[in-house]
């Protein structure tokens, strides 16, 4: 099981970081990943973590930061500078390969909203 917190409404150039708490199985095998979507777009690869080697997606690279506490069953992610772009939901999935499409992500949990306002 994976439940996300800690989305909401900040203003453009804030900060936010998001927690993704993991349960229910051992991940620390898997490649969790972040993904967001906004309405009416896809999903889209925010940024992953697996065996702390890090990937991300385009233009998320220098704001955002993955990383994970296993012992604590915790994904965080770090948002920087948040554009008003980044508005989404942000969900956790976890995946047991490296891959940045959401068709290899076998899990996921509900979600949390982010809005950034300008």
């Known amino acids: 099981q994976l439940v996300e917190s800690g989305g909401g409404l900040v203003q453009a150039g804030g900060s936010l970081r998001l927690s993704c708490a993991t349960s229910?199985?051992?991940?620390?095998?898997?490649?969790m990943g972040w993904f967001r979507q906004a309405p009416g777009n896809e999903y889209e690869f925010v940024a992953g973590?697996?065996?702390?080697?890090?990937y991300y997606g385009d233009s998320m690279e220098g704001r955002f930061t993955v990383s994970r506490d296993d012992p604590k069953n915790m994904v965080y992610l770090q948002m920087n500078s948040l554009k008003p772009e980044d508005t989404a939901v942000y969900y956790c999935?976890?995946?047991?390969?490296?891959?940045?499409?959401?068709?290899?992500?076998?899990?996921w949990g509900q979600g949390t909203q982010v809005t950034v306002s300008s």
């Open positions: 973590i697996r065996f702390q080697k890090t």
């Open positions: 999935a976890a995946s047991p390969r490296i891959s940045q499409r959401p068709q290899d992500f076998n899990s």
């Open positions: 229910g199985r051992t991940w620390s095998a898997y490649m």
